[in-house]
């Protein structure tokens, strides 16, 4: 069984900063994590991803402003926001590639970029 609990999210101004937050805790061994989101009327996109070797992958769209990271257990992982941007504005969903089982899902946090 797995499961993935986020934390973190929040309004901020344009420009301002956000730190994620997902503690994932299975029986089995997480070959990925990562984060996607998922604007209003829109599908959900992926933004970054971590393997259990720490090879990272981000989105275009990030262009330098987020940076993802784990803990030393692998079984966290942190999304860092800078220059958050409006079309930052989504729910973003915590992602677990579990070795045999599949993928799992967090219930979502909204992150909001208004001023």
């Known amino acids: 069984q797995t499961n993935l609990v986020e934390s973190g999210g929040g309004l901020v101004q344009p420009g301002g900063s956000l730190r994620l937050s997902c503690a994932a805790s299975?029986?089995?061994?997480?070959?990925?994590l990562g984060w996607y989101r998922q604007a209003p009327g829109k599908q959900r996109d992926l933004v970054a991803t971590?393997?259990?070797?720490?090879?990272?992958y981000y989105a275009d769209f990030v262009q330098g402003r987020f940076t993802i990271s784990t803990n030393n257990a692998k079984n966290a992982v942190y999304l860092q926001m800078n220059s958050l941007e409006p079309e930052d504005t989504a729910v973003y969903y915590c992602?677990?590639?579990?070795?045999?089982?599949?993928?799992?899902w967090g219930q979502g946090t909204q992150v909001t970029v208004s001023s």
């Open positions: 299975t029986t089995s061994s997480i070959y990925r």
């Open positions: 992602n677990a590639v579990i070795i045999g089982h599949g993928m799992y």
């Open positions: 971590i393997t259990s070797g720490s090879s990272t």
